[in-house]
């Protein structure tokens, strides 16, 4: 499985454990099953409503290639996006 990037000033251990381990599950389960996308990469993460993670996150997704998917998951009241770049 890939080790998903900490990126720039964006790092998780502040985040609950809950949220953490659920977001880094759907993009491992996107990584395995490919979600019906070819040549995944760059993935990214970020909670919502956190200026710093989300500038971190927009500036991984345009730095990527072709096409982009993102998705959000709340745990426990909290919302995290989650997304990768894809194709060529």
Same mark, same amino acid.
């Given at each position: 499985? =890939?080790?998903?990037? *900490?990126?720039?000033?964006? =790092?998780?251990? &502040?985040?609950?454990? *809950?949220l953490?381990? @659920?977001?880094? @599950?759907?993009? $491992?389960?996107? *990584?395995?099953?490919?979600?019906? /996308?070819?040549y995944?990469?760059? /993935?990214? /993460? @970020?909670?919502?409503? +956190?200026? #710093?993670?989300?500038? @971190? !996150?927009?500036? $991984?997704?345009?730095?990527?290639?072709?096409? &982009? !998917? #993102?998705?959000?998951? #709340?745990? +426990?009241? =909290? =919302? $995290?996006?989650?997304?990768?770049?894809?194709?060529?």
């Open positions: 499985m =890939t080790s998903f990037p *900490e990126y720039q000033n964006q =790092t998780m251990k &502040s985040w609950p454990p *809950e953490r381990a @659920a977001v880094l @599950a759907k993009l $491992a389960e996107h *990584e395995k099953y490919g979600s019906g /996308y070819e995944m990469d760059n /993935y990214r /993460y @970020a909670r919502v409503g +956190n200026a #710093t993670e989300e500038a @971190a !996150f927009e500036k $991984a997704e345009r730095s990527g290639c072709c096409g &982009s !998917f #993102t998705e959000e998951i #709340t745990v +426990n009241a =909290t =919302t $995290a996006k989650l997304g990768f770049n894809h194709g060529h």
